[in-house]
């Protein structure tokens, strides 16, 4: 049987976004490494999702492993699966992780990512910022 995790990886591995669209829930939460609060909804996760299928040079999934997990908006337990990946930055190697959590559909409700190092963190936090402004999803930065 194809689980929702088996079938995003499908869509990230090809690079479909289309593929993402009915993965998520409307209400989706992405916890994102460099920003303290969630991207929030659909339509700002698969705007998300563009500019990193973009930025990531070499991405590929390492790893798998499957459970639950309490989520981060209710502290419920809810189905979870964690994908080990491995990706380049702007010259940066990046280890990763993506936490999925899924609702009783099966959908995406929420999303955490974690990376490291440091330095690839704030590499991936620039080219990101980068992508959302340039594809018009953030207001560009004012001049400090």
């Given at each position: 049987?194809?689980?929702?995790?088996?079938?995003?990886?499908?869509?990230?591995?090809?690079?479909?976004?289309?593929?993402?669209?009915?993965?998520?829930?409307?209400?989706?939460?992405?916890?994102?490494?460099?920003?303290?609060?969630?991207?929030?909804?659909?339509?700002?996760?698969l705007?998300?999702?563009?500019?990193?299928?973009?930025?990531?040079?070499?991405f590929?999934y390492?790893?798998?492993?499957?459970?639950?997990?309490?989520?981060?908006?209710?502290?419920?337990?809810?189905?979870?699966?964690?994908?080990?990946?491995?990706?380049?930055?702007?010259?940066?190697?990046?280890?990763?992780?993506?936490?999925?959590?899924?609702?009783?559909?099966?959908?995406i409700?929420?999303?955490?990512?974690?990376?490291?190092?440091?330095?690839?963190?704030?590499?991936?936090?620039?080219?990101?910022?980068?992508?959302?402004?340039?594809?018009?999803?953030?207001?560009?930065?004012?001049?400090?």
């Amino acid at each position: 049987m194809t689980t929702t995790a088996d079938r995003f990886r499908a869509a990230v591995d090809s690079r479909d976004l289309t593929a993402l669209d009915g993965l998520f829930t409307e209400d989706v939460r992405l916890y994102s490494p460099v920003k303290f609060t969630p991207f929030e909804g659909r339509a700002m996760v698969l705007g998300l999702f563009g500019v990193l299928l973009r930025t990531f040079e070499d991405f590929r999934y390492v790893g798998d492993f499957a459970g639950t997990a309490e989520t981060s908006a209710d502290g419920d337990a809810a189905p979870a699966t964690v994908l080990l990946f491995r990706a380049t930055v702007n010259g940066k190697q990046i280890h990763g992780i993506d936490l999925l959590h899924f609702d009783h559909d099966g959908r995406i409700k929420e999303f955490t990512v974690m990376v490291r190092p440091q330095s690839a963190v704030q590499a991936l936090g620039e080219a990101v910022l980068a992508g959302l402004v340039a594809d018009g999803l953030l207001p560009a930065p004012a001049d400090r």
